[in-house]
């Protein structure tokens, strides 16, 4: 397993001391947007580790209730306290404030699963990418695939939104507008039209034209998987044929405000369509930013983007150790040294 300071290189600071050399308006974005969970299911965490004099069930007992109440998962937080005890007892330690920088460390392994995860999309400018958006209604997905091409524009890509939610109403002219405020190009078809008709005629343009990269929208009735399934394999088909070796990526987009019904919708996907990547929308809006965890250790899928706010560039490729600055900003100070 990839420890935090293996993973550095064997640097010996501390966690936070790297974040002298970090980006600091990048952390402070972080820092900000995971307020809440710091005020919320964090609060009492600090308080609990500076306020006992020992280490022992109690203590154990009031962690796994914080990281329970974080959304962190039951399953996963049952198996990181097991792990905890452990490293308390081989390492012989008996002061709690100590606990911080392990908690930390065994919280960057949950996350890593022993390699190093790129959040980064797979895509190469000189091939035609495509990649497919997945997830319920009403969670952001329109948003992000918009944010995203807001993204990808400003690198330079030339890039196509493809309107394959062609079931729920409205969705085709959202989009539309969207891509409109972009300045991007959109292919769209009737309300009621085939996906996979608008998915071909998409990627034809892209290829005609010399698009870089196809954001492809799609319908998001959970409530009968059948058909979903049925339509994301059609989906698949066709873009593969269309554009061999594509999608290049298929994206979930959960509402983190949502909870553990998130995670619901996550197993539900990962189960009829290869998912690589989650958009995990509205972490600045809820006090369970342990979602990020549950979802990479009960799942094994990375994080590739998280919602820090509504401007069109609050979209932040997901970076797991500005992640858990945001959520232990309040252990240290600026200079990475613990208050």
Request: proline residues 1%; glycine residues 10%.
């Amino acid at each position: 397993m990839v420890k935090l300071r293996e993973y550095f290189g064997g640097i010996s600071m501390g966690f936070f001391s790297l974040f002298k050399h970090k980006d600091k308006s990048k952390s402070e974005k972080y820092k900000l947007g995971l307020f809440k969970t710091r005020e919320g299911a964090f609060a009492t965490l600090k308080e609990v580790l500076d306020g006992k004099n020992k280490i022992d069930d109690d203590l154990f007992d009031s962690l796994e209730e914080i990281f329970i109440m974080a959304d962190i998962g039951v399953e996963t937080v049952v198996n990181f306290i097991d792990e905890l005890k452990d490293e308390v007892k081989n390492k012989n330690i008996t002061d709690p404030s100590v606990l911080s920088e392990i908690i930390i460390d065994k919280m960057f392994e949950i996350y890593l699963k022993g390699e190093v995860v790129n959040a980064n999309l797979n895509v190469k400018k000189e091939n035609l990418n495509v990649v497919l958006f997945v997830g319920v209604n009403g969670v952001g997905k329109t948003t992000s695939i918009a944010k995203i091409a807001h993204m990808y524009k400003e690198q330079g890509y030339k890039v196509l939104l493809a309107a394959g939610d062609t079931f729920r109403a409205g969705a085709i002219e959202q989009l539309a507008e969207w891509a409109k405020r972009v300045g991007v190009d959109i292919v769209a078809k009737n309300a009621g039209s085939d996906p996979s008709s608008v998915m071909y005629d998409a990627i034809t343009k892209a290829k005609q034209e010399g698009y870089d990269l196809v954001l492809c929208d799609t319908a998001g009735r959970l409530q009968n998987k059948a058909n979903l399934m049925a339509e994301l394999q059609k989906v698949n088909k066709v873009i593969g044929e269309v554009a061999p070796g594509n999608p290049v990526e298929t994206l979930l987009t959960i509402d983190a405000t949502t909870g553990q019904n998130g995670m619901i919708q996550a197993k539900a996907f990962a189960e009829i369509t290869n998912v690589s990547g989650v958009i995990l929308t509205k972490l600045d809006g809820t006090a369970k930013g342990g979602i990020v965890l549950a979802i990479r250790d009960q799942l094994g899928i990375p994080i590739k983007f998280i919602g820090l706010g509504e401007k069109m560039g609050d979209l932040e490729v997901f970076d797991i150790e500005q992640y858990l600055y945001g959520l232990f900003a309040d252990f240290f100070d600026e200079n990475g040294n613990k208050r």
